[in-house]
Nanobody, 121 residues
Framework: VQLQASGGGLAQAGDSLRLSCAAP????????MGWFRQAPGKEREFVAA???????YTADFVRGRFTISRDNSANTVYLQMNRLKPEDTAIYYC????????????????WGQGTQVTVSS
């Protein structure tokens, strides 16, 4: 599964961005789709995940600000990021997997190339 993440960029604190992750030419409905992020000098951390049914789980530190969703017909998963903060600055990665727990990097088999999000204060 080849994943293509897009939508990152420069933002100011309080702004919104929407990330997209597409899996062109391949059905990914069986996979749990997740978003992770990695800031400089830090470990990659879980942000959110969504199952085929739409059931989803979001990390505590972004809950209420970030929302994950997916469009199975378009083979695309989204991460809507609102009220961005400087600490949200990171490379954001989308991933596809079948394993559990969904919050762990090792549960995902396929990864996108990452998209940079930079939030200034």
């Amino acid at each position: 599964v080849q994943l293509q993440a897009s939508g990152g960029g420069l933002a100011q604190a309080g702004d919104s961005l929407r990330l997209s992750c597409a899996a062109p030419g391949r059905a990914f409905s069986n996979y749990i789709m997740g978003w992770f992020r990695q800031a400089p000098g830090k470990e990659r951390e879980f942000v959110a995940a969504v199952a085929w049914s739409g059931a989803n789980y979001t990390a505590d530190f972004v809950r209420g600000r970030f929302t994950i969703s997916r469009d199975n017909s378009a083979n695309t998963v989204y991460l809507q990021m609102n009220r961005l903060k400087p600490e949200d600055t990171a490379i954001y990665y989308c991933a596809a997997g079948l394993g559990y727990p969904i919050t762990m990097v090792k549960s995902y088999y396929y990864w996108g190339q990452g998209t940079q999000v930079t939030v200034s204060s």
